[in-house]
């Protein structure tokens, strides 16, 4: 029997009475059928509190399952529509069905949507109004089918003009860009826009584009959503949206997945403060609800694609504009985010509900991203849509990632259509195989129409080092509540990882008693080991902000990070500082202030330079730019000699915290103690800031500690922790016995050993040789022609073609701009790239694939398989009974002793040394299409041509057996 398909169709009422959705199934189900719901605003708000505009009614809650009993067709949900006295555009709200058991929505759907509508009854006029489904849909499903509803129908032929445009998705790329004219007859209400959708075979994220509908007739114009749902990963793609309610009511936030997981999914998940503060005392603007709290982990049972977080607005009496939070999610597991997403975040809206005037705000989503992902999307968010078409202004700013090295800058304007509140900006990133510490840019929104701007961070997490790559972050919160911190690795671990902290003194002092100003919280101690169990990206350390009545400027707290185990704080650095703030809520007037973090850092040793890298932060977002001057100082490191004098300013556009000074620290190969130089924010500071700071300074700690070569041919040692050893110049030795190591090989022909642990191997310049030992290892050749070589007996499986991690069977390793391997005595398979590559298999049964390039393949001792693929290949079995595969190209081959099997299909070959003496070698030509018998191959295509025998295999293809006698072969010789 085939599967009920499912239906649904809203309706339209005036105030106080109720908007009734109906379900249908297209046929009667012989076991129950469940569909899970939740109702959506629209242009009409949620909740039962003032201001809002539907209720829930009777047992039907704004989110659920509708239950269908053997044999029932239909099913209602009812929802009341609350009476107010503005004369207003009719409004409407959105139900959205999702998870069908026993029934299916049809056309590719992961959701299924109609509107209805709240019916304006007060004062005179038209108040009709259009509106348009959100369409969420599987990449396959061809077309994105949108519908548009009126609230009320027109008496005559009414058009309106559409035309999609670009959010994640890209016309062209995700979707067939369009544009029309839909029309509505005398007393319709809906009609249909159907968009054409791109299958293609790219893992990435879940995408989005938009369809516009033009303003006529009177009527304001609208926009819809289609969400494209990825269907190339092994994985289940995450997606969140948020959404806006007024004080008093609840923010939701929705996590789908873009199929059905088999096994029960996770996901961590954090709110974090925006521009609204959040907890549940005075002052504070968002706060946990119910059984959601403001971090935790979301759960989908198998089978389940949608949940979702709520969240509590708290009211106040402030008049003032519209604030925000995120939601950030992680740690996905039995899920992906794709696109190389670490994280997703989304933003919520507490819109206020005081006063008289315009309210309307702007965000962008901040974004975390591995290195090699390509691009960074941010999602920018109105808390209100415009009636009119508006746009704004936008660039990039350099963090510590630096435009033209670690990204693209760009800028440009983003244009919000009427009834938009949902914008993408996609900047490129620049991948390099450089191990560095985690850095930022950021994305500025200049203020337009009476919105003030914003600001975006993207952080890129490196994926060039042998370990995961440790960040960390602050926040802010008034007196009275928590500074929580956020510390992240830049990729899963697959051991546990462990670091210590610390939190220090900044303006603010620690402790319990009266006059310290932050304590530890719970099971938060003010110094300890923060743990990540393998898998785990994120952690989080939080502390309370002791309550006081002095009216002061904000203070500052420092945690520092220090002594990683099994991660790296990356760029040299020995310690990571994170700057919180507790913010005073005592008096009136300013009290925005300066921090600056400490930097502890490894001093390069001859090699190269490295980077200082200062955080400034202010404790408070400005309105307006903000210009800070900054100069360094001497301590006991001298300018010019251990470190590069840096004078400047940096400006904080409007909704911007947080900027960075980079210093150059100078490398040399003297063997040195500790030494420090500071960083001074240098007064008069602008009016912006609170008159009560005089200064504000950091100090940067320069560590010489390296294991070096010179200029000669080393031998380095590493010690049984976790080292790092440099040859410089030289034909060098590298060994970094026990603990995770870098090894770098610098100029000339080097050897590196990493022996046990997961260490990175970096030959740079030369013709570099690389052990591939027992370890998660990162093996980069560098420039220059460089070698795997494989010890031992395991079973090896290396494809150069992967630049990803690949279970080699020594570990889950990483090879890059490598040219050849030399496998072990083991069972090989040994696959090339597109260089010319060389792949010895030594001893066991091997199997070695050239692919593309000119190759050369050894087999070794062995019965072994060679396939050379494209390109001029040499083929050599060497001992054993061995498989040559020439392929395409002028490819030599040489079977060595024991009986082997030459496969000759296209091309210009050459057999070196078949032996026609005693028939234990065949020439295979199956594969050759225009040789059909031993007949056919004597009398038509077999000649000698002096001491050769030819086979021509017509279309210029030929076979040359050298040194082989025509009279000596038989049929016994060849495989047809």
């Keep these: 029997m085939p599967t009920p398909v499912v239906t649904i169709a809203g309706d339209a009422q005036l105030e106080y009475g109720y908007i009734t959705f109906t379900i249908d199934l297209s046929e009667a189900p012989t076991d129950a059928v469940t569909i899970d719901y939740q109702l959506l605003d629209g242009t009409a708000l949620l909740g039962s509190s003032t201001g809002r505009d539907v209720s829930e009614y009777s047992s039907y809650d704004f989110e659920g399952q509708i239950t269908f009993a053997p044999g029932d067709m239909t099913q209602t949900l009812t929802f009341f529509v609350r009476s107010d006295s503005i004369d207003e555009i009719d409004e409407y709200v959105e139900l959205q069905l999702f998870d069908p058991d026993g029934a299916r929505f049809g056309g590719g759907r992961s959701t299924l949507s109609a509107i209805s509508w709240a019916l304006d009854d007060d004062g005179a006029g038209l108040n009709q109004a259009i509106a348009v489904t959100d369409v969420t849909i599987s990449e396959s499903a061809n077309k994105a089918v949108f519908t548009v509803s009126l609230s009320q129908a027109f008496g005559s032929t009414q058009d309106f003009t559409w035309s999609t445009f670009n959010g994640s998705a890209r016309a062209g790329e995700d979707y067939t860009a369009d544009s029309g004219i839909v029309s509505f007859a005398p007393g319709q209400t809906e009609a249909v826009i159907e968009i054409d959708i791109t299958d293609d075979t790219r893992r990435e994220i879940t995408e989005q584009f938009g369809l516009r509908i033009d303003g006529s007739a009177g009527l304001t114009g609208t926009t819809a959503t289609a969400t494209i749902e990825d269907n190339d990963t092994n994985q289940p793609v995450v997606s969140v949206f948020g959404d806006a309610n007024l004080e008093y009511g609840y923010i939701t936030y929705t996590v789908r997945l873009s199929e059905a997981p088999v096994d029960a999914v996770t996901i961590g998940y954090q709110l974090l403060p925006g521009t609204a503060l959040l ?71 507490a819109l206020d509900d005081d006063g008289v005037g315009l309210n309307r705000a702007i965000a962008v989503t901040d974004v975390t991203i591995v290195e090699d992902a390509g691009k960074a999307v941010f999602k920018v968010s109105l808390s209100e849509a415009f009636d009119t078409a508006q746009s704004f202004d936008w660039s990039t700013f350099d963090g510590t990632a630096k435009a033209g090295e670690d990204y693209k800058a760009k800028d440009g304007t983003l244009t919000f259509a009427a009834g938009q509140t949902e914008a993408f900006i996609t900047v490129n990133l620049k991948d390099d195989n450089r191990a560095e510490i985690t850095e930022q840019f950021g994305v500025k929104i200049d203020g337009a129409a009476n919105v003030d701007g914003t600001v975006g961070t993207a952080k890129i997490e490196d994926d060039d080092g042998p370990l995961p790559v440790v960040s960390v972050e602050g926040d802010a919160n008034l007196e009275y509540g928590y500074i929580t911190y956020t510390i992240r690795l830049s990729e899963a671990p697959s051991d546990a990882v462990t670091v210590d902290y610390q939190l220090l003194d900044g303006t603010a002092l620690i402790g319990t008693s009266t006059g310290n100003d932050v304590s530890g919280y719970g099971s938060y101690g003010v110094e300890g080991t923060i743990s990540f169990a393998p898998g785990e990206t994120t952690q989080t350390v939080t502390f309370f902000v002791r309550s006081d009545s002095t009216d002061e400027i904000d203070e500052n707290v420092l945690l520092q990070l220090h002594d990683p185990v099994g991660a790296t704080f990356g760029g040299g650095n020995q310690t990571l500082t994170a700057i919180g703030w507790a913010l005073d809520d005592d008096g009136v007037g300013l009290n925005r202030s300066i921090a600056v973090s400490d930097v502890k850092i490894e001093e390069y040793d001859g090699k190269e330079d490295s980077r200082a890298v200062f955080t400034v932060e202010i404790s408070e977002p400005s309105d307006t730019a903000i210009t800070l001057d900054y100069s360094t100082f001497n301590g006991t490191a001298k300018a010019g000699k251990d470190y590069i004098k840096a004078t400047g300013s940096i400006t904080f556009a409007p909704g911007q915290t947080k900027a960075f000074v980079e210093v150059t620290v100078l490398s040399d190969i003297v063997k040195e103690g500790t030494e420090t130089f500071g960083l001074s924010i240098t007064p008069p500071f602008p009016a912006e800031i609170a008159s009560g700071l005089t200064s504000s300074t950091g100090t940067a700690r320069i560590v010489d500690d390296a294991i070096l070569g010179t200029k000669g041919n080393d031998v380095l040692r590493g010690t049984a922790g976790d080292d790092r050893i440099d040859g410089l110049a030289g034909n060098d030795k590298l060994f970094g016995r026990a603990g995770r190591d870098a090894l770098y090989g610098g100029d000339g022909k080097d050897e590196l050993h990493g022996d046990k642990g997961h260490d990175l191997l970096f030959g740079e310049g030369g013709n570099d040789k690389l052990w591939l030992d027992d370890g998660n290892d990162k093996l980069n050749g560098g420039k220059g022609t460089d070698t795997i070589i494989v010890t031992g007996t395991a079973k090896t499986v290396i494809d150069l073609a992967v630049t990803a991690a690949q279970n080699t069977g020594h570990g889950n390793d990483r090879i890059v701009n490598v040219e050849n391997v030399t496998g072990g005595n083991g069972v090989d398979v040994l696959s090339g790239n597109a260089a010319d590559n060389a792949l010895v298999g030594k001893g066991g049964r091997d199997k070695l694939f050239g692919r593309n390039g000119d190759d050369a393949l050894d087999g070794g001792k062995g019965n072994d398989l060679l396939d050379g693929g494209k390109g001029d290949d040499l083929l050599k079995g060497l001992d054993g009974n061995d498989k040559l595969i020439a392929g395409a190209g002028r490819d030599t081959m040489i079977g060595g002793d024991g009986s082997d099997t030459f496969v000759f299909t296209s091309g210009k070959d050459v057999i070196r040394d078949f032996d026609a003496t005693d028939n234990l070698e065949d020439v295979d030509l199956s594969g050759v299409a225009s040789i059909t018998s031993y007949t056919d191959l004597v009398n038509n295509h077999m000649t000698q041509v002096g001491s050769d025998v030819v086979i021509d295999a017509l279309d210029g293809n030929t076979l040359i057996l050298k040194d082989v006698n025509i009279a000596q072969l038989h049929q016994a010789d060849f495989l047809f």
């Design 279 to 349: 907890g549940t005392s005075t002052g504070r603007d968002v706060s946990g609800y119910s059984s959601y709290d403001l971090s935790g982990e979301i759960t989908f049972a198998p089978g389940d694609t949608t949940e979702t977080l709520t969240f509590f607005i708290r009211s106040d009496s402030t008049d003032e504009i519209d604030e925000s939070v995120q939601l950030e999610l992680f740690d996905p597991n039995g899920a992906t985010f794709g696109g190389g997403n670490q994280t997703l975040t989304a933003t919520g809206w």
